[in-house]
C-alpha cells in the first residue's frame, strides 16, 4: 500500500482473518513506510505482509510459482512472500531490481526459469536468485542494480536479462555474463524495459524510457559488429 504504487494479479487463496493495518508505518531512518497489500476480486483485503516494510514507491509486484509446488509466492524487489498469507519467506539482501537515483520508480523484479530447470529465478538488475533465495551469481555495486526484464534477445533458445539504470543498458546471460551494454538515446537514467519486435522482423528489441524512446537489438549489434559496421537503430 502506499502512493504510486504497482500491482499484481494471481491465485492467492483467501485467509478466514485479517490483521488490522499498521498506522502510519515507518523505516528505522523515519521515511515513511509501505506495506504489500493482496485484494479479492470483490477489492476486499485479503491479507497485508506485515513482516515487511519497504521504502515507498512504485513498486511492481510479480506473481509466480517458483518451486512449482502450486503454490503461489509474490515478489516485491527482494522480499518473497507466501500468495497465500503474505507472511515472508526470504529476503535477497542484494539487488531489488530498482535504481537508487529514482527510488521513487520502485522495485522492478522480474521473474523467469533462465537456466530451464524448472525452477524459476528472481531476477533484479545486478543479482539473479534462486527460488530459495540463494544468490546465484551477480554484481557487487548497489550502482549496477536497475530495473530488469526477461527476453531470448539474441534467439539462442535460452532467455537473457536486460537490466536498465544510469543512462546505461546491460545484457546479461544467466551466469551473469554481460555481453552487450547500450547507451539509452537523449539522456536520462532510463526506466524499465520493454522488450518485443517489430511487425516487419522477428529480431527482438529493447525499449527503455529515457530522455527519447531509443530501441537496442543485440542481435543486430552482434550481426553489425561482426561485419564492421556500425549497429541499425
Same mark, same amino acid.
Not at 539482501?93 to 535504481?99: F, H, R
Not at 523467469?112 to 544468490?135: C, F, K, M, S
Not at 545484457?171 to 552487450?180: F, P, S
Given at each position: 500500500?502506499?502512493? &504510486?504504487?504497482?500491482? @499484481? ?20 531512518d !523515519? ?7 493482496? *485484494? ?5 483485503v485479503?491479507?497485508?505482509?506485515? &513482516?515487511?516494510?519497504l521504502?515507498?514507491? !512504485? ?10 509446488? @502450486?503454490?503461489? =509466492? ?8 507466501? #500468495? ?6 526470504? =529476503? ?21 526459469? %533462465?537456466?530451464?530447470? @524448472? %525452477?524459476? =529465478?528472481?531476477?533484479? +538488475? ?6 530459495n533465495?540463494?544468490?546465484?551469481? #551477480? *554484481? ?13 534477445? &539474441? %534467439? ?9 539504470? @544510469?543512462g %546505461?543498458?546491460?545484457?546479461? =546471460?544467466? &551466469? ?5 551494454? *547500450?547507451?539509452l538515446a537523449?539522456?536520462?537514467?532510463? +526506466?524499465p ?6 511487425a516487419?522482423?522477428?529480431?527482438p528489441?529493447?525499449?527503455a ?25
Amino acid at each position: 500500500s502506499g502512493s &504510486d504504487a504497482g500491482g @499484481g494479479t494471481g491465485d492467492v487463496p483467501v485467509e478466514p482473518s485479517l490483521p488490522g493495518i499498521v498506522p502510519d508505518p515507518q523505516l528505522p531512518d !523515519g521515511r515513511s513506510a509501505c506495506q504489500v497489500v493482496a *485484494f479479492t476480486v470483490s477489492g476486499d483485503v485479503k491479507w497485508i505482509a506485515h &513482516d515487511l516494510m519497504l521504502p515507498c514507491g !512504485g513498486h511492481a509486484p510479480a506473481l509466480g510459482d517458483l518451486e512449482g509446488d @502450486g503454490v503461489v =509466492e509474490v515478489v516485491v524487489g527482494d522480499a518473497v512472500m507466501d #500468495g497465500r498469507s503474505g507472511a515472508l519467506l526470504w =529476503e535477497g539482501g542484494a539487488g531489488k531490481g530498482a535504481y537508487p537515483t529514482h527510488p521513487e520508480v520502485g522495485y522492478h523484479t522480474v521473474i523467469a526459469d %533462465l537456466d530451464g530447470d @524448472g %525452477l524459476q =529465478e528472481v531476477i533484479t +538488475g545486478r543479482t539473479l536468485y534462486d527460488a530459495n533465495g540463494n544468490a546465484l551469481c #551477480g *554484481f557487487s555495486s548497489e550502482e549496477d542494480d536497475g530495473f530488469t526484464g526477461v527476453a531470448d534477445l &539474441d %534467439l539462442d533458445g535460452a532467455g537473457e536479462v536486460v537490466s536498465i539504470g @544510469g543512462g %546505461l543498458g546491460r545484457i546479461i =546471460e544467466a &551466469d551473469c555474463t554481460v555481453t552487450a551494454t *547500450f547507451t539509452l538515446a537523449g539522456g536520462g537514467n532510463g +526506466g524499465p524495459p520493454t522488450t518485443a519486435h517489430s511487425a516487419t522482423d522477428l529480431v527482438p528489441e529493447v525499449g527503455a524510457a529515457a530522455g527519447a524512446t531509443p530501441t537496442f537489438s543485440p542481435r543486430r549489434a552482434a550481426a553489425s559488429s561482426a561485419a564492421g559496421t556500425a549497429p541499425p537503430p
